[in-house]
C-alpha cells in the first residue's frame, strides 16, 4: 500500500511578508528566515517512508492555478509560488511529489486549466522533481459528456 498525505495549499498571502493564511492554519513559514512549513512536512513524510519502508508521497493542491490570473489580486495570492517551494521541499528529502487541481473547472472547456496543471507535471528537471500521479477533483454533471471525456483524453495523452 501506497500512502499519499494531502497538505493544503494556503497560497493566499503567501506574497505578504507575515503569510497569514498559512500561520493561521499552524504552518510556520515567516518566524525566522530559515522558516519552512512545507520542508518540514516534506521532512516528516521522508522521515515516515524510511522508518516504515513504506512510500509515502506528498500530494499538494492548487495545480490549474497561476500567479497572475488571480481574480482577487488583494489576497496577495502565489499558487505557482507555493508549488515551487512544495517542490523544492520534495526534492530535498527525495519525496515523491503528487498533485491536484482546487477549483471547479469544466473539462470540455478547460484548456487553461490543463495547460496550467501540464505545466506543473513536468517538473523543472527531467528526473528528480516530476509529478508522480495527479487527482482531478471538483467534476461536475458534464463530466461524462464527449467533449469533457474527448479532452480528457487529450488531456491525458500529452501527459
Sequence with gaps: LELSVKISGLHWHTMHPSRATEACA???CCSNTRADAYCDI???LAAIAKKTSRPVTFNFTCLE????????PHAQSAPEDLIAQVRRACVAHSLPLAGENALEFDLATGSWAFEQMNKQLRGWS?????????????LNERFVSDEALEQLGKFVSST
Design 126 to 138: 527531467l528526473s528528480c522533481d516530476r509529478m508522480h500521479a495527479l487527482t482531478l477533483l471538483r
Design 65 to 72: 492555478m497561476n500567479n497572475w490570473s488571480n481574480s482577487m
Design 42 to 44: 516534506a521532512a516528516m
Design 26 to 28: 499552524g504552518y510556520d
